[in-house]
């Protein structure tokens, strides 16, 4: 039986398409899906340009590419309409069992995400132009020059917060990012209010005192930026600060008091090893490039290599 294909070419209906788009995202499994509309980001553009000369990034250099495709989404599908962004929840039901033993962020539990998501998001591509006519695109999955929490922000999913993640009221901040970018008129939805207050939580709580000031993270002072993205010695200036962890770092998410709200995700490849949640503190210390491989076979952790994770053991160690 043939599909009944409304092309978008003949029949404007950005309402209908905008409800179809959101609804098989919820039956992918995302958590939550807002759409804002392709321009310029104009209030971004300053602050990414100022990020930058402050050295912010750090060894980061790819962060200094594409500094406009960066801020218009036009320049990476012609013709862009359509800016949709997507949550998908990654908070476990269960964590590291050893207290003393070196800490992996949650987001790197199970499967890397950049593939979970892609195929979820080519499913929902594939939908659109089943469904609605022949809609040109690009999906995102944090591997590309686009700043995804600005967007996801511009799509009423949440605030960028103190900590510079992006935070909603009923589920805090334990998820990931993507977007489809779009050659398709859509509805738009509007920006939420920012919901951090007074609070401090995640500037106090910070081992390196990378939230500089609010709202502003020193990427190159962050946890995460030396256990991943640092391919160099560690500096000695950092020893005693790292809180334990090896790879990532979650300490200005779990303080955080939205993300007491936050209910664990029902992906079943961001299900961790059996193994990994039982190591302890030993085992990390004396792992193997053997059991290295088999615990994270399809992890995000395979980006800092073996030598790379046990550099940062050994770290923690000194």
């Known amino acids: 039986m043939k599909k009944n294909i409304i092309h978008k070419n003949n029949t404007s209906n950005p309402s209908k398409w905008s409800k179809l788009i959101k609804a098989e995202a919820n039956r992918l499994g995302f958590m939550s899906c807002g759409i804002s509309k392709a321009v310029f980001l104009e209030e971004e553009a300053p602050r990414l340009e100022n990020w930058l000369k ?94 995804d929490k600005a967007w996801a922000a511009k799509s009423g999913l949440g605030w960028v917060g103190k900590n510079a993640n992006l935070i909603q009221k009923q589920s805090g901040s334990f998820f990931f990012i993507a977007e489809l970018i779009i050659d398709l008129e859509l509805e738009y939805d509007g920006i939420t209010t920012d ?31 030396f256990t991943i993205e640092l391919k160099d010695n560690l500096p000695t200036t950092m020893q005693g600060k790292f809180d334990n962890w090896m790879f990532g770092c979650d300490v200005c998410q779990d303080v955080c008091p939205w993300n007491r709200f936050s209910k664990p995700h029902s992906e079943p490849l961001f299900n961790p090893n059996p193994d990994l949640l039982s190591m302890t503190k030993r085992d990390w210390e004396e792992i193997t490039q053997e059991v290295f491989s088999k615990v994270f076979q399809k992890s995000a952790v395979k980006r800092t290599k073996f030598a790379g994770l046990t550099r940062n053991i050994n770290f923690l160690k000194s």
């Open 54 to 147: 402050k050295n912010s990034h750090g060894k980061m250099s790819y962060m200094e590419n594409h500094f406009d495709k960066r801020l218009d989404p036009t320049l990476l599908v012609d013709d862009a309409k359509s800016v949709v962004s997507l949550l998908l929840n990654y908070f476990p039901s269960d964590t590291q069992k050893d207290p003393d033993a070196p800490k992996i962020s949650k987001y790197a539990y199970g499967q890397d995400y950049h593939h979970v998501i892609k195929t979820k998001l080519k499913t929902l591509h594939n939908y659109i132009t089943e469904t609605i006519g022949e809609v040109s695109g690009r999906a995102f999955v944090d591997s590309a020059p686009v700043l």
């Open 195 to 225: 919901h951090c207050g007074s609070c401090t939580a995640c500037i106090d709580a910070c081992p390196t005192q990378a939230i500089t000031n609010p709202y502003v993270v020193d990427g190159s002072k962050c946890i995460s930026y």
